[in-house]
């Protein structure tokens, strides 16, 4: 007993740094916002986290994803799901706030089910899920209160809201031409990034040549940024799934919005308001009611190594999981 409460706590203490870093994110890209250009805190990001998995990748003895057909998928991937929303956060993170963003990119589950019902995938969509996603749409607009001259973040609550349906468009695709093809997940994360950072390089002349202004407070938030809350929560979840099942991982996905505001009103003073607090909740409790689909975590958590049984209890959890790390959770070693 002794040993299963120690097991519980470790499992919830990992759970719970795990909704720090990925509920930080908003925080450390408002920060190096102070000092960098949109397109600039895009490319650090992209580039700082794929040296990392790349030297983990090579530490662990694990190579490249290899082949012309699966690097043209990963490089497709890394648009939709790394160097496209990556730059449309930060760039709508200029007019809006860092809680606000969190809270808009909990919306990447209700994405994911509209896509579904426009490709056809989402078929026989049962009366509970269908009302979760017209809830959670309804939460969103409360959220953005369009009624109200002033809004809540105008150009930049759309671009944020175009980088959760960049997610969803992200998931679909890696869902037919990435997932249990064979690749080890630190590979395909390192190599996602590494095109990622090749694709936002492309794109600097367009707006990420202009003069930086690297404080202090603007290269530690930069390095937070990409390194912890881009590379090494990967490996975090990965030990999540194995050790909890995906039960417990799921969890996180409601977590990071709540923590994404309070850190965002503790650390930077930004508005808690009531209208906010209420759409947040709406958001939240119809992604709750899509994720109704009558699917279960396994009983035991595959041991690590085993990719066909992690991205199996993976399917579980996507819906909930930030979209940057849907590679791990279906690809998982």
């Not at 707006?207 to 990967?234: K, M, N, Q, W």
Request: charged share 10%; net charge positive.
């Amino acid at each position: 007993m002794v040993k299963s409460s120690t097991r519980s706590l470790q499992g919830g203490v990992r759970v719970a740094v795990l909704a720090l870093l990925w509920g930080s994110t908003f925080l450390w890209i408002e920060l190096a916002l102070r000092g960098l250009s949109p397109l600039q805190v895009t490319f650090v990001r992209c580039a700082l986290g794929a040296l990392v998995l790349t030297v983990a990748c090579y530490a662990t003895g694990r190579r490249m994803p290899q082949g012309i057909t699966v690097w043209r998928h990963i490089v497709v991937a890394a648009f939709f799901c790394n160097a496209l929303p990556f730059a449309l956060f930060s760039l709508g993170q200029q007019t809006v706030d860092s809680g606000l963003a969190g809270v808009l990119n909990a919306t990447t589950p209700l994405w994911s089910i509209a896509l579904g019902l426009a490709l056809g995938s989402e078929r026989g969509l049962r009366p509970v899920r269908l009302a979760g996603l017209l809830l959670g749409f309804v939460g969103t607009i409360v959220i953005l209160a369009p009624w109200q001259s002033s809004g809540a973040g105008g150009w930049g609550a759309l671009a944020i809201l175009g980088a959760a349906a960049s997610y969803a468009v992200a998931f679909t695709y890696m869902g037919r031409t990435l997932v249990r093809k064979g690749t080890p997940t630190i590979s395909l994360s390192a190599a996602q990034l590494i095109a990622a950072s090749g694709l936002t390089a492309v794109a600097m002349p367009i707006g990420g040549l202009e003069s930086v202004d690297p404080g202090p407070t603007v290269l530690i938030a930069a390095v937070v940024l990409s390194v912890f809350c881009t590379a090494a929560t990967f490996h975090l979840t990965c030990r999540i799934i194995n050790d909890e099942g995906a039960t417990n991982a799921a969890v996180v996905g409601y977590l990071l919005p709540v923590v994404s505001v309070l850190l965002g009103a503790a650390a930077l003073g930004e508005d808690l308001s009531v209208r906010m607090v209420l759409g947040m909740a709406v958001v939240l409790m119809g992604v709750g009611m899509t994720r109704r689909n009558g699917a279960t975590a396994p009983a035991v958590a595959p041991a690590e190594g085993t990719m066909e049984g992690t991205a199996a209890a993976a399917e579980d959890m996507a819906a909930d999981a930030p979209a940057s790390r849907r590679a791990v959770l279906e690809n998982a070693e």
